[in-house]
């Protein structure tokens, strides 16, 4: 199983998890004028592709591969129980449809396969809240990227809605976590990758969901606001085909970047004992902090030196999402602020 | 929320909760009025709440709260991205989250009244949202809609005709309307009334009431799903022990 | 031409009696540091720049219990020069218990053709105060911006509370109004600390709603802060939208500490 077919269901516009409600700030750009054809659509989803959407689809692969750490899915309804994931993402497809149509020319050292080298691994056995409180911690780097509160919003609804869903097509353990973790509802892109990896997908397979998702919504919505031809508008879909293909490989590719280049040791002084540190008790986020700013190797010997190893194992799954991407957008942050304040929308978002 | 009830494999278990009343119709036939109206005769002896499909954002949410004909906190407005019947038929999942979030904050409920956005004479409630639904026809479209048939009109579990008091003005003849629809409706019942002359449509409130008693025999009395709660509980005891994050 | 490396360091002890002293004052040129005020620091471009190439690093340690504001004389215009790698400008800045941090330099001029990266690292503890502005202009007057790419990273106790890219001059972002639409400029004002924490939560999450004016926003964060930010046809229009927007979201905060702006 490669997650292929399963991927055409969760990316599907009549997936029923109340994706056809949002436009993804396109009805709000539509009401200013900022949007009035297809040229300045074109622009919108290029734009919204390149932030909101590569943020999106680096959280979904980091749920996805998280989720796919936890546990086998469980048995739904009928159905034999499943395998595909649970044995880690580097399970995932070994040649993608995406390496496959581009030539594999671009895969030499983008960390494009998510290996085990890299991930973090299962949880030790037997204490759920350490997995409970890792997609608390993922959700809230989805909060820490997502400033507007209107947005916030409409991604934890979105979220709800697609977990109720998912929970019924792909039962598992992780979307059981998920939801337990975080009942107001996750962020859509944690809720994606969740559900993707119990539906049998690979982490790259949830960002591609995610980043196509970032752009139908909001084209389909441009569809019946303006009254654009639909197959003028799927044209610019077409047209943002290597782009989709591209921003799934950064997403996934950024999952490894979690030492970022420029973060390199202190040399300047202010590395020694911290002032202002919270004291005993934060060794886990300490263990992350440290993470963040030394090497991976550097920064697990001091964890497992200090704290528990279950500390350790958390503190290396935070060091894999600090740098994850998080383009902001601006003008969608006014946007979808503005389209709370009109009082005659069609769309929740 | 909605989404954390531990049975997973139907849309709406349907032991020990409220019955969910679908109302669908043709715009300007006057389902929010009929809301409004069911809300009066049935809000003292039932426990109620409603969910609202507007079109435009909440506009039929508000009419109903500026109404006082039930507390406004038991109405939630869901938007439907300018398709109405999507969000009653297709992707269900935003209307069940409302209703399940209502029953968790106001259970136990008897009866969560769904109304739907103003759509065509297709437009009918999926089985997975609806228990029990109403189709409302008005006299004004005149008096061939029933005629026509379409899946509101055949399949309703109750078609509501309203506006009798306009009858007379349009041209309107309710014994062809009858005729009609008994000839499409194979027995299912047809109520003919004038909500502005009948402010608590009593005779559909009858029949809403028989709904309820019915449902409540075959699936028992309403009782709160302490389930979500109990997860929360536990979660944040987790949360607790667990190192902050 | 050569490329230039830098280290500047800004660092406070708490000096008795609520008293704040510049416990080190170091500068690296270009990167030249002035103390204007017993708790205030103005940050003097020595040298055109920074070109392709330059690194430059400034660590801001601000102790508990002191506070410490960081500006600078002026605009910082970020030019092409001849290497192929980027210009790096890298602030690390950590903000003690109960410390209070004012950064506030003046905008970032990104001319043609340079390749600029910024990054910010900003570590607060539980209970410190911050008002960090950030200001970029799209190339100088009637000029294509040049390349720039700022990551900012802010943590509350080792926990997110934001992280974010802004790219400019990219093709994929540029007239985008879903990015920055018709504007020349882009600002953004974190204003954070324990005035700004959202109210614990109950039962059902409830966001605080954002304060919207025309170009700007206050956007409340899931954590301890607010984000405003601003787009702009100029760098003059910028500053009183920001500024907008940092009124409404100390107003939203009654008794916060003063970390608002205060006059240039």
């Known amino acids: ?349 | 929320m909605g989404a954390y009830h531990d049975d997973l494999h139907d849309a709406a278990e349907p032991h020990g909760r409220a019955l969910r009343l679908g109302i669908g119709g043709p715009v300007g036939s006057g389902k929010t009025a009929l809301v409004a109206a069911l809300c009066r005769s049935l809000g003292p002896s039932l426990r109620l709440a409603v969910v609202t499909n507007d079109i435009y954002t909440t506009e039929d949410a508000d009419f109903l709260r500026r109404a006082g004909v039930i507390d406004p906190e038991r109405i939630l407005a869901v938007q439907t991205g300018c398709c109405p019947h999507t969000a009653i038929r297709d992707d269900i999942a935003a209307n069940l989250d409302a209703v399940e979030t209502l029953e968790e904050r106001f259970g136990p409920l008897d009866l969560v009244i769904v109304e739907s956005g103003g759509d065509n004479l297709t437009a009918t409630f999926s089985r997975g949202l609806a228990d029990r639904q109403i189709f409302v026809l008005d006299v004004s479209g005149g008096d061939k809609v029933p005629r026509k048939g379409g899946p509101g009109v055949t399949s309703a579990d109750l078609l509501v005709v309203n506006k009798t008091d306009l009858a007379p003005m349009v041209g309107a003849d309710l014994t062809v309307m009858s005729r009609d629809a008994a000839a499409v409706r194979d027995g299912k019942p047809v109520l003919f009334t004038s909500i502005r002359e009948d402010r608590g449509a009593h005779s559909v409130a009858e029949w809403a009431t028989h709904m309820v008693d019915a449902w409540q025999r075959e699936h028992g009395e309403p009782h709160h799903h302490a389930a979500h709660h109990t997860a929360r509980n536990a979660t944040e005891q987790a949360a607790q022990q667990a190192p902050a994050s | 031409m050569t490329t230039v490396t830098a280290r500047a360091l800004i660092r406070t002890e708490a000096a008795g009696g609520g008293r704040t002293r510049l416990e080190t004052l170091r500068s690296d040129p270009p990167l030249t540091l002035r103390q204007t005020g017993p708790r205030r620091v103005h940050l003097v471009s020595t040298g055109a720049g920074p070109l392709r190439g330059d690194h430059l690093e400034l660590g801001v340690d601000v102790a508990p219990g002191t506070s410490l504001e960081v500006r600078s004389v002026g605009a910082t215009l970020v030019l092409p020069g001849l290497a192929d790698a980027p210009s790096v400008m890298v602030v690390r800045a950590r903000v003690g218990a109960g410390a209070t941090l004012h950064f506030s330099p003046e905008p970032t001029v990104l001319a043609a053709g340079c390749a600029h990266r910024l990054v910010v690292r900003l570590s607060l503890a539980e209970d410190a105060n911050v008002f960090w502005r950030e200001e970029i202009v799209f190339g100088r007057h009637g000029e294509r911006p040049g390349r720039g790419h700022a990551r900012f990273d802010a943590t509350v106790a080792g926990r997110p509370l934001l992280r974010q890219d802004l790219l400019v001059g990219e093709e994929t972002v540029d007239d985008s109004p879903a990015v920055h639409g018709d504007a020349r400029c882009v600002g953004s004002t974190l204003i954070a600390g324990p005035a700004w924490a959202p109210p614990a939560v109950t039962d059902v999450k409830r966001e605080r709603r954002a304060v919207l004016g025309d170009g700007w926003a206050a956007l409340p964060l899931a954590g301890p802060g607010v984000q405003v930010c601003a787009l702009g046809a100029d760098a003059v229009q910028l500053r009183v939208r920001l500024r907008h927007g940092e009124e409404a979201a100390t107003a939203s905060a009654p008794g916060a500490p003063p970390t608002g702006p205060h006059r240039p």
């Open chain 1, 1 to 349: 199983m490669n997650g292929d077919a399963a991927l055409l269901l969760l990316a599907d516009s009549r997936l029923p998890a109340g994706g056809h409600a949002h436009s993804g700030g396109v009805e709000e750009a539509v009401r200013r004028g900022a949007v009035t054809g297809a040229g300045d659509l074109a622009r919108f989803l290029r734009g919204r592709l390149a932030t909101a959407g590569l943020v999106t689809a680096a959280l979904a692969a980091a749920a996805c591969e998280l989720a796919a750490s936890e546990t086998a899915p469980v048995a739904g309804p009928g159905t034999a129980p499943r395998t595909g994931p649970a044995t880690g993402p580097a399970t995932g497809p070994a040649t993608g449809p995406g390496t496959a149509m581009d030539g594999g020319g671009r895969d030499g050292q983008d960390g494009w396969e998510l290996g085990a080298a890299h991930d973090p691994g299962a949880p030790p056995p037997g204490d759920t809240a350490d997995t409970v409180s890792l997609w608390r911690r993922l959700d809230a780097e989805a909060d820490a990227r997502t400033a507007s509160p209107a947005q916030r919003e409409a991604a934890r609804l979105q979220g709800r809605l697609l977990l109720r869903t998912a929970r019924r097509m792909w039962p598992s353990a992780a979307l059981d976590t998920l939801a337990r973790a975080v009942p107001e509802g996750p962020h859509h892109p944690v809720a994606l990758g969740a559900a993707a990896a119990s539906a049998g997908c690979a982490p790259r397979q949830a960002a591609l969901a995610a980043a196509y998702t970032s752009v139908t919504g909001p084209a389909t919505a441009a569809v019946r606001l303006l009254g654009l031809d639909p197959v003028t508008v799927h044209r610019l879909l077409a047209d943002l085909a290597t782009a989709l293909d591209d921003t799934a490989r950064a997403a996934c590719a950024s999952l490894d970047d979690a030492i970022p280049e420029d973060d390199e040791p202190e040399e300047c002084g202010h590395q020694g004992p911290q002032p202002g540190r919270p004291p005993a008790g934060h060794a886990a986020e300490q263990a992350a902090e440290q993470a963040a700013g030394h090497a991976a190797g550097h920064a697990v010997e001091h964890a497992a030196g200090h704290v528990a190893g279950h500390a350790a194992w958390q503190a290396r799954w935070h060091a894999r999402w600090h740098a994850l991407p998080g383009h902001s957008a601006p003008a969608l942050d006014l946007l979808a602020e503005g389209h709370l304040t009109n009082p005659m929308k069609l769309f929740v978002s």
